[in-house]
């Protein structure tokens, strides 16, 4: 039986969601707080989303979920970034590497999330992070789709 706190490199992360919208509402859910809070547990985004510059996933309370930096900024196209977690208490990997892709296909856009970690990370971080991912993604979707988020209740990892 697996452990989980056992330290191992996740394989990569990648979801293909198709949604009933514009390329320009993907990006803007992405990118402006006004969507992310709700369809992101409450949390905030800032940056200007520009190549180089730095960009910040906060929760409700103020406090840094996660920061990065943006790697490619192509709107309404693509937006790579790296991905640090800041909360952990334990030993923080080294970033993730988050690319969205945007891709119009007549009335449907499809969205692509790849993650990519090459650090160690404890096992229960990967099976969170394939939970929560899943649930962000599906919860903006239903945003765009009917003008209202899912309401999904979730846990950080123990």
């Known amino acids: 039986m697996a452990n989980d706190d056992e ?12 949604i009933r919208t514009t390329p320009q509402k993907v990006w803007d859910a992405l990118t402006k707080s006004e969507f992310t809070t709700q ?12 190549k180089g510059s730095p960009w910040k996933l906060s929760f409700p309370d103020g406090r840094i979920d ?9 709107p309404p196209k693509l937006l790579k970034v790296t991905w640090r977690v800041d909360w952990l208490d334990e030993p923080r990997p080294g970033p993730a590497l988050i690319t969205y892709e945007i891709q119009q296909h007549g009335e449907i856009v499809q969205l692509t999330m790849t993650q990519h970690t090459d650090s160690t990370i404890p096992r229960k971080y990967i099976k969170a992070g394939q939970m929560g991912w ?7 979707k239903s945003m765009l789709e009917t003008g ?4 999904i209740q979730m846990q950080p990892p123990e």
């Open 7 to 18: 330290r191992v490199v996740p394989p990569d992360v990648v979801y293909n969601i198709f």
């Open 134 to 140: 899943g649930a962000i993604l599906s919860s903006m």
């Open 66 to 74: 996660v920061e990065g930096e943006v790697l490619e900024s192509d």
């Open 39 to 50: 369809f992101f547990f409450g949390r905030t985004v800032e940056s200007d989303w520009k």
């Open 148 to 151: 209202k988020a899912l309401d």
